[in-house]
């Protein structure tokens, strides 16, 4: 990672290379798992929606992954939360 990469997380920002980079891992995500781009963001919006009742999340840098693993189908979702919403 360069400094202005570095620079460009901290800040929550993402430059042009780092959309590509996410656009092409959706591209990948299809092609291995056979789910739709449009079904894997509706995906991560519905987790994003259940999460969010307990945890404020960064949606910004929060990432959903689908692979496949020896034949099995894995979903990780590595979810960046600001705070935790506390009961009362």
Do not use: C
Not at 61 to 85: D, F, P, Q, S, W
């Amino acid at each position: 990672m360069n400094l202005r990469a570095l620079l460009n997380a901290l800040a929550g920002k993402q430059d042009s290379k780092d959309i590509a980079k996410e656009r092409l891992r959706l591209v990948l995500v299809h092609d291995r798992t056979s789910v739709s781009p449009e079904f894997m963001e509706q995906i991560k919006e519905e987790i994003i929606k259940v999460i969010s009742k307990y945890m404020e999340i960064d949606t910004a840098n929060t990432v959903i992954n689908l692979h496949k693993t020896e034949g099995t189908a894995v979903l990780e979702a590595n979810l960046a939360i600001k705070a935790i919403r506390r009961p009362g």
